[in-house]
């Protein structure tokens, strides 16, 4: 069974009653949440995932493409809705894609933006 379709399962398990829709593509789950957040998830690998969430205009991502070195969690990291990259405050390169994506999905329940504020 594809990392993909597991997680799918896993995530309608633990979050049906904030899940409005789960769709399953070639190589993307894309979760909405009954909160307003669509989530678009890619893993190519346990360690290598990009986590993308638009919440109305706003989006931002966690993924770990190994770019930025100086970050404390590298290589996860995130793209704030401001456009800033800064260290990941959610995912752990260790924990397995489920963790991750629980937890992510747990966050995003309670602060969409995860918190972070445009400075401007």
């Known amino acids: 069974m594809s990392l993909h379709l ?8 633990a ?3 904030a899940l409005d829709e789960l769709e399953h593509r070639q190589d ?9 957040v669509t989530l678009e998830v890619r893993y190519a ?7 993308r969430w638009s919440y109305g205009d706003a989006e ?8 930025h070195r100086d970050l404390a969690t590298f ?14 405050p959610v995912t752990h390169p260790g924990a ?14 309670d602060e969409p933006m995860l918190g972070l504020k445009d400075p401007g």
Do not use: K, M
């Open 6 to 13: 597991e997680l799918g399962q896993s995530v309608e398990l």
């Open 15 to 17: 979050f049906q009653d």
């Open 28 to 36: 993307i789950l894309i979760i909405r949440l009954r909160n307003g």
């Open 45 to 51: 690998a346990a360690d290598a995932y990009s986590l």
């Open 60 to 67: 931002s991502g966690i993924d770990t493409a190994p770019l």
């Open 75 to 88: 290589p996860n990291h995130l793209h704030d809705a401001a456009g800033r990259i800064v260290a990941d």
């Open 96 to 109: 397995s894609p489920e963790d991750n994506l629980h937890r992510l999905i747990r966050a995003l329940l």
